[in-house]
């Protein structure tokens, strides 16, 4: 700690801190626009000035920038001094010389921070009489907008989008007043986190052109605290909602998950919910070859309880890995567990419950998203990061900063000295090797890559962990080449402090799997703390494995043998985890297909009877992600009609039925109950009541408004429908409201709605949120961890070593190449994706192309179970000899992947 | 007796005098301009809507009777998709107009909002748009600043310059 003097108080503050930082932290409002808690300081814009004494006889002082001067032992500032508060309004006077009077058509306006910085410095006249600077924009895709008229060449987009985020097609161009932020031509931003331009913007150059068709306010949304559902890494979201339509999606804080960034899957995919395909009403379908009819709930109910009530026995439920534990565990409850199926194909399945397993079991802990972060070395083994998890890909990218920046810390350049500090470390990149079938542009900060088929990928990690620990075992034959790219790798782990081994199922194989714990285990052996990382499919992938349950193969032999011939479904689309054929046959087999979803999917199409379940952002509950951390989302805005939580309609069918085992299930009246039900049921669901403040949870004995302080027109919006200004909805599951009225401070992190505190309008007012400026949040209550990692030293490694991959001559395999715009089932009907998801294409290697006489863009033939399929070709010198990539997007799934196939050029009639 | 044949004839007097009531409906008495009656949404000197749909009445509104919602042509240029003023709950305050950054939204000196049915009262933008400019004849928010749209390019407002040529060499 050190002791400053700030305007003649003394303070203390963390003496590895710059005075900006400081000052912040200690609540002073002190204007800023290049620094950036993540990206650190340049001095670019000379807005942070305040005035340093050499002592207390010192009267004269002289200006500093507060970013770029360390908080060491005994400064002495003053903030409030009449010439530093006459420079920062100088400073905010020459920015707006040019910037333009267009806040009333910018969708900044309302949560600028250059508004804020402006109001705050009080320059309020402009004196500048001659001409305003005008830029021509650029069209960056269906995400971003631009209009560089308003920069105030503060340089934090560049900082972000090519030191931070690695993206190749975004700089700074031309030279004094006539600096230019865009690409070198109209084109869509390449970047998977070019989203976080719209936060990281000071002012509105960069926004968020999925919000123009709707656009709102800041102070009009109805926001809630949300966790993104579009990929295993459980981001935390704000979600805000106006007139009964989500708007928009920003970034919430988490110091251990996604800390002040999103992907751009996270950020865009938000508009299913908003979705023409919708599913809002109920409908029934009285024979298989009618026409759906719909119809209301309590009709609806009438007509299921008794067929529930009949047989009990004779239903499956099918679960899902996208819907929330609480709706898991009630249809679970429902069915019973014997006849509870997780929904997913029995490989599927294995995978998630492997690694569940792996995590408890062994001794190294499960890393999040910060300690990625914070590694100093990170093997990659078998998973496709940038397109699977591209959160955490971005995670990885940070940590090959974590090496280079010893070099700055033994020159004493203090570690927020941004150019200071990549001066230092230049071109030096820390220790990262991927293994993985396929490159993207994220493989070259790597320091090795290595591209195979999973069973060699699986025999690189087991030669590693054999390296480092000879008791774990080998493979019997080894490549050279991967033998010595094995004692390399082990070579660097052994030296790391912090060494993180990630792997996932993107390669659908046990022994990647296997072969990444052992290598973490080997480390744990060999006393330094590596944790271990995987990814998973999807949102609540993990916390499904937890519940555990039956696969979908069983179910389907249930409803083959008879024994059961009524289906629930929850939240699934049967056709996205196994071949049409079974499905096909399982769907027409049964008696009733009841189907509880929120999106018409091909599934929906064979339902007997479909009930409306609310999207993440119309309900509450929990998801495990792939760390094991549970984590609570919270409805955004009420349900429109008969459009309910999955769990309620679950608990609605289980009373209708009138069953007696049901009878504990009619006393859920609210999430809690569920919650508490669970955890009581099932041991390791046992803390789950911790995760979140209970229902009952009150600040000052009031709720927390869901809507802002400035809510506006809610005398307006439902006068055309009744002039009796209805009551705000209740919610009877969360201490929020939805309404404008209630706690209006800070409450516990995972209740915050937005961010605003007086005088900070923008994101940058989470600066007010913390105790710490980019440490974590005030009352933070991280979530979860429900998976204790076991602390014995002894480890059983796994010994199911693969034989090397034979290409055949017969066929090809068939890898999954997942995308990261398309693969994912909500975020790819998203209508800003569309433009952005990719053609789907096979990619084989060019020397295989070569043998097939098949020429780039020439299309070629496939087989995926019993059907053929015909793409183009494009051609990959990564992908591995005697393997095929198959993008996975709309129309594509990876159920039947990894499969041999023959391929066969097509000949075109 | 004096005292009251002076009365008397105060009141003789008064007979003479203009009376201070006037005959309201048949006879309309005068209101200056800045009386704050019913809100209109009114149109630039070209005849566009003038309202570009920034939300600064909505706040400004002390009782929330106004909503509305964005949107933007094709061109780039910003109006309200809909917009509604409850004048059963307006306090005719005038803070709207204050807001408003456009001299769109305007209160007239119109005050007969009397209405038997309390719904006739919600007024949608068919009924507040009206074909003038209102009080301030000359202004239009596009020519002063604002984005590029239909028929203004970049540097054709106000106090702006050409667009800066990116590729030019010259200091």
Same mark, same amino acid.
């Given at each position: 700690?050190?002791?400053?003097?700030?305007?003649?108080?003394?303070?203390?503050?963390?003496?590895?801190?710059?005075?900006?930082?400081?000052?912040?932290?200690?609540?002073?409002?002190?204007?800023?626009?290049?620094?950036?808690?993540?990206? #650190?300081?340049?001095?670019?814009?000379?807005?942070?000035?305040?005035?340093?004494?050499?002592?207390?006889?010192?009267?004269?002082?002289?200006?500093?920038?507060?970013?770029?001067?360390?908080?060491?032992?005994?400064?002495?500032?003053?903030?409030?001094?009449?010439?530093?508060?006459?420079?920062?309004?100088?400073?905010?006077?020459?920015?707006?010389?040019?910037?333009?009077?267009?806040?009333?058509?910018?969708?900044?306006?309302?949560?600028?921070?250059?508004?804020?910085?402006?109001?705050?410095?009080?320059?309020?006249?402009?004196?500048?009489?001659?001409?305003?600077?005008?830029?021509?924009?650029?069209?960056?895709?269906?995400?971003?907008?631009?209009?560089?008229?308003?920069?105030?060449?503060?340089?934090?987009?560049?900082? !972000?989008?090519?030191?931070?985020?690695?993206?190749?097609?975004?700089?700074?161009?031309?030279?004094?007043?006539?600096?230019?932020?865009?690409?070198?031509?109209?084109?869509?931003?390449?970047?998977? !986190?070019?989203?976080?331009?719209?936060?990281?913007?000071?002012?509105?150059?960069?926004?968020?052109?999925?919000?123009?068709?709707?656009?709102?306010?800041?102070?009009?949304?109805?926001?809630?605290?949300?966790?993104?559902?579009?990929?295993?890494?459980?981001?935390?979201?704000?979600? #805000?909602?106006?007139?009964?339509?989500?708007?928009?999606?920003?970034?919430?804080?988490?110091?251990?998950?996604? #800390?002040?960034?999103?992907?751009?899957?996270?950020?865009?995919?938000?508009?299913?919910?908003?979705?023409?395909?919708?599913?809002?009403?109920?409908?029934?379908?009285?024979?298989?070859?009618?026409?759906?009819?719909?119809?209301?709930?309590?009709?609806?109910?009438?007509?299921?309880?008794?067929?529930?009530?009949?047989?009990?026995?004779?239903?499956?439920?099918?679960?899902?890995?996208?819907?929330?534990?609480?709706?898991?565990?009630?249809?679970?409850?429902?069915?019973?567990?014997?006849?509870?199926?997780? #929904?997913?194909?029995?490989?599927?399945?294995?995978?998630?419950?492997?690694?569940?397993?792996?995590?408890?079991?062994?001794?190294?802990? $499960?890393?999040?998203?910060?300690?990625?972060?914070?590694?100093?070395?990170?093997?990659?083994?078998?998973?496709?990061?940038?397109?699977?998890?591209?959160?955490?890909?971005?995670?990885?990218?940070?940590?090959?900063?974590?090496?280079?920046?010893?070099?700055?810390?033994?020159?004493?350049?203090?570690?927020?000295?941004?150019?200071?500090?990549?001066?230092?470390?230049?071109?030096?990149?820390?220790?990262?090797?991927?293994?993985?079938?396929?490159?993207?542009?994220?493989?070259?900060?790597?320091?090795?890559?290595?591209?195979?088929?999973?069973?060699?990928?699986?025999?690189?990690? !087991?030669?590693?962990?054999?390296?480092?620990?000879?008791?774990?075992?080998?493979?019997?034959?080894?490549?050279?080449?991967?033998?010595?790219?094995?004692?390399?790798?082990?070579?660097?782990?052994?030296?790391?402090?912090?060494?993180?081994?990630?792997?996932?199922?993107?390669?659908?194989?046990?022994?990647?799997?296997?072969?990444?714990?052992?290598?973490?285990?080997?480390?744990?052996?060999?006393?330094?703390?590596?944790?271990?990382?995987?990814?998973?499919?999807?949102?609540?992938?993990?916390?499904?494995?937890?519940?555990?349950?039956?696969?979908?193969?069983?179910?389907?032999?249930?409803?083959?043998?008879?024994?059961?011939?009524?289906?629930?479904?929850?939240?699934?689309?049967?056709?996205?985890?196994?071949?049409?054929?079974?499905?096909?046959?399982?769907?027409?087999?049964?008696?009733?297909?009841?189907?509880?979803?929120?999106?018409?999917?091909?599934?929906? $199409?064979?339902?007997?009877?479909?009930?409306?379940?609310?999207?993440?952002?119309?309900?509450?509950?929990?998801?495990?992600?792939?760390?094991?951390?549970?984590?609570?989302?919270?409805?955004?805005?009420?349900?429109?009609?008969?459009?309910?939580?999955?769990?309620?309609?679950?608990?609605?069918?289980?009373?209708?039925?009138?069953?007696?085992?049901?009878?504990?299930?009619?006393?859920?009246?609210?999430?809690?109950?569920?919650?508490?039900?669970?955890?009581?049921?099932?041991?390791?669901?046992?803390?789950?009541?911790?995760?979140?403040?209970?229902?009952?949870?009150?600040?000052?004995?009031?709720?927390?408004?869901?809507?802002?302080?400035?809510?506006?027109?809610?005398?307006?919006?439902?006068?055309?429908?009744?002039?009796?200004?209805?009551?705000?909805?209740?919610?009877?599951? $969360?201490?929020?409201?939805?309404?404008?009225?209630?706690?209006?401070?800070?409450?516990?992190?995972?209740?915050?709605?937005?961010?605003?505190?007086?005088?900070?309008?923008?994101?940058?007012?989470?600066?007010?949120?913390?105790?710490?400026?980019?440490?974590?949040?005030?009352?933070?209550?991280?979530?979860?961890?429900?998976?204790?990692?076991?602390?014995?030293?002894?480890?059983?490694? !796994?010994?199911?070593?693969?034989?090397?991959?034979?290409?055949?001559?017969?066929?090809?395999?068939?890898?999954?190449?997942?995308?990261?715009?398309?693969?994912?089932?909500?975020?790819?009907?998203?209508?800003?994706?569309?433009?952005?998801?990719?053609?789907?294409?096979?990619?084989?290697?060019?020397?295989?192309?070569?043998?097939?006489?098949?020429?780039?863009?020439?299309?070629?033939?496939?087989?995926?179970?019993?059907?053929?399929?015909?793409?183009?070709?494009?051609?990959?010198?990564?992908?591995?000899?005697?393997?095929?990539?198959?993008?996975?997007?709309?129309?594509?799934?990876?159920?039947?992947?990894?499969?041999?196939?023959?391929?066969?050029?097509?000949?075109?009639? | 007796?004096?005292?009251?044949?002076?009365?008397?004839?105060?009141?003789?007097?008064?007979?003479?005098?203009?009376?201070?009531?006037?005959?309201?409906?048949?006879?309309?008495?005068?209101?200056?301009?800045?009386?704050?009656?019913?809100?209109?949404?009114?149109?630039?000197?070209?005849?566009?809507?003038?309202?570009?749909?920034?939300?600064?009445?909505?706040?400004?509104?002390?009782?929330?009777?106004?909503?509305?919602?964005?949107?933007?042509?094709?061109?780039?240029?910003?109006?309200?998709?809909?917009?509604?003023?409850?004048?059963?709950?307006?306090?005719?305050?005038?803070?709207?107009?204050?807001?408003?950054?456009?001299?769109?939204?305007?209160?007239?000196?119109?005050?007969?909002?009397?209405?038997?049915?309390?719904?006739?009262?919600?007024?949608?933008?068919?009924?507040?748009?009206?074909?003038?400019?209102?009080?301030?004849?000359?202004?239009?928010?596009?020519?002063?600043?604002?984005?590029?749209?239909?028929?203004?390019?970049?540097?054709?407002?106000?106090?702006?310059?050409?667009?800066?040529?990116?590729?030019?060499?010259?200091?």
């Amino acid at each position: 700690m050190a002791g400053i003097i700030v305007d003649d108080r003394p303070y203390q503050v963390d003496e590895r801190e710059n005075l900006l930082q400081a000052c912040l932290s200690l609540g002073f409002n002190l204007p800023y626009f290049c620094w950036h808690p993540a990206l #650190g300081s340049v001095g670019a814009c000379r807005q942070c000035a305040v005035k340093q004494f050499r002592n207390e006889h010192d009267r004269e002082g002289h200006l500093v920038m507060a970013c770029m001067t360390p908080a060491a032992d005994g400064t002495r500032i003053s903030i409030e001094d009449p010439e530093a508060k006459t420079f920062r309004a100088s400073v905010i006077e020459w920015m707006m010389a040019n910037h333009p009077h267009d806040c009333p058509v910018c969708d900044e306006g309302g949560e600028c921070h250059l508004q804020d910085m402006t109001v705050m410095t009080g320059h309020a006249y402009r004196r500048y009489r001659f001409t305003k600077r005008t830029f021509r924009n650029q069209d960056l895709g269906p995400f971003i907008t631009h209009e560089m008229n308003r920069c105030i060449q503060c340089y934090r987009c560049v900082r !972000f989008y090519r030191n931070y985020a690695g993206g190749r097609d975004f700089d700074a161009f031309g030279s004094r007043n006539h600096v230019y932020f865009g690409r070198h031509e109209d084109g869509a931003l390449e970047n998977e !986190f070019s989203g976080n331009l719209v936060e990281v913007c000071p002012t509105g150059v960069f926004d968020d052109k999925t919000l123009m068709p709707h656009y709102t306010r800041k102070w009009d949304l109805q926001t809630a605290p949300s966790v993104c559902t579009h990929c295993s890494l459980g981001c935390n979201t704000i979600a #805000g909602e106006r007139y009964g339509t989500l708007r928009r999606i920003l970034n919430r804080y988490h110091s251990e998950v996604n #800390g002040y960034f999103l992907c751009d899957r996270g950020r865009f995919g938000y508009d299913f919910v908003n979705s023409e395909a919708r599913i809002r009403r109920p409908k029934f379908r009285p024979n298989r070859d009618s026409q759906a009819i719909t119809m209301d709930k309590e009709m609806l109910l009438r007509e299921l309880g008794p067929l529930l009530a009949d047989k009990p026995s004779r239903i499956i439920g099918i679960g899902s890995p996208r819907a929330s534990l609480e709706a898991n565990f009630a249809l679970r409850e429902l069915v019973g567990s014997e006849r509870f199926s997780l #929904g997913l194909s029995a490989r599927d399945a294995g995978l998630s419950s492997l690694i569940l397993d792996i995590l408890r079991r062994g001794p190294a802990p $499960s890393a999040s998203i910060h300690d990625v972060e914070q590694a100093d070395a990170v093997l990659v083994l078998g998973e496709d990061l940038i397109n699977q998890a591209p959160r955490l890909a971005l995670a990885v990218r940070q940590s090959v900063c974590q090496q280079p920046m010893q070099i700055a810390d033994k020159l004493g350049i203090p570690r927020w000295h941004d150019a200071a500090v990549r001066e230092a470390a230049h071109a030096r990149l820390g220790p990262l090797f991927i293994a993985a079938p396929h490159s993207n542009w994220f493989t070259d900060v790597a320091t090795e890559t290595y591209h195979g088929a999973p069973d060699d990928l699986a025999a690189l990690g !087991f030669a590693v962990a054999h390296e480092l620990d000879q008791a774990s075992p080998t493979p019997s034959i080894l490549n050279p080449a991967i033998g010595s790219l094995a004692k390399r790798i082990a070579a660097v782990l052994r030296q790391a402090k912090r060494p993180i081994v990630i792997s996932g199922t993107a390669c659908k194989s046990e022994t990647v799997i296997q072969s990444a714990a052992n290598v973490a285990w080997a480390l744990c052996k060999t006393r330094t703390t590596a944790k271990l990382c995987y990814c998973l499919p999807e949102s609540n992938s993990l916390g499904l494995a937890m519940l555990g349950g039956k696969s979908l193969e069983d179910a389907f032999s249930v409803v083959k043998d008879g024994e059961a011939n009524t289906i629930l479904i929850l939240e699934n689309d049967l056709y996205r985890r196994a071949d049409p054929l079974p499905v096909d046959a399982f769907l027409k087999t049964a008696s009733k297909v009841i189907l509880l979803d929120n999106l018409e999917h091909d599934t929906m $199409s064979k339902a007997d009877m479909v009930l409306p379940a609310g999207t993440f952002a119309e309900s509450d509950g929990t998801l495990v992600n792939n760390e094991g951390r549970a984590q609570r989302f919270y409805q955004v805005f009420p349900a429109e009609g008969d459009v309910q939580e999955s769990w309620r309609w679950i608990r609605d069918l289980a009373v209708a039925s009138g069953h007696p085992r049901q009878s504990n299930m009619a006393a859920w009246h609210k999430l809690d109950d569920v919650v508490a039900a669970l955890a009581d049921a099932i041991p390791t669901f046992q803390r789950l009541t911790e995760v979140a403040p209970p229902e009952k949870f009150r600040m000052v004995g009031q709720k927390i408004p869901r809507q802002t302080h400035r809510f506006t027109g809610r005398t307006a919006i439902h006068a055309p429908l009744t002039m009796h200004e209805p009551k705000p909805v209740e919610d009877a599951d $969360s201490p929020l409201s939805f309404s404008m009225e209630g706690y209006l401070g800070q409450p516990p992190s995972p209740l915050i709605t937005h961010y605003w505190t007086p005088g900070w309008n923008s994101v940058q007012a989470l600066n007010k949120f913390q105790n710490e400026v980019g440490g974590p949040l005030r009352q933070e209550m991280p979530g979860v961890q429900l998976i204790e990692s076991s602390d014995k030293r002894t480890v059983m490694y !796994f010994t199911d070593v693969p034989a090397p991959f034979q290409a055949r001559d017969d066929g090809w395999l068939i890898l999954p190449w997942y995308q990261v715009f398309g693969s994912e089932e909500l975020s790819a009907r998203a209508s800003a994706m569309a433009e952005r998801i990719p053609k789907p294409v096979l990619m084989l290697h060019p020397d295989d192309a070569a043998r097939l006489r098949v020429k780039s863009g020439e299309r070629a033939e496939f087989a995926l179970g019993d059907r053929l399929h015909r793409l183009p070709v494009k051609l990959g010198a990564a992908v591995p000899r005697g393997t095929a990539a198959l993008t996975i997007v709309p129309g594509f799934t990876d159920t039947a992947l990894p499969t041999w196939s023959p391929i066969i050029r097509a000949v075109e009639s | 007796m004096l005292k009251l044949l002076k009365g008397i004839w105060l009141v003789f007097l008064h007979a003479f005098t203009r009376p201070v009531t006037v005959q309201y409906p048949e006879e309309k008495p005068y209101l200056p301009p800045r009386w704050r009656g019913r809100i209109i949404l009114s149109r630039d000197p070209d005849g566009e809507e003038r309202c570009v749909g920034c939300y600064l009445c909505s706040v400004a509104c002390p009782v929330g009777c106004i909503a509305l919602q964005a949107t933007e042509d094709e061109h780039g240029r910003r109006y309200p998709a809909w917009f509604r003023i409850n004048f059963s709950r307006c306090i005719f305050c005038g803070y709207c107009e204050e807001a408003c950054p456009t001299y769109a939204i305007q209160l007239t000196t119109d005050f007969e909002l009397s209405e038997h049915d309390r719904r006739n009262l919600v007024y949608e933008k068919e009924h507040l748009l009206i074909s003038g400019t209102g009080k301030y004849p000359g202004y239009n928010f596009y020519r002063v600043s604002g984005l590029r749209i239909g028929g203004k390019d970049k540097g054709e407002a106000e106090h702006e310059a050409a667009p800066t040529d990116l590729r030019s060499l010259m200091p």
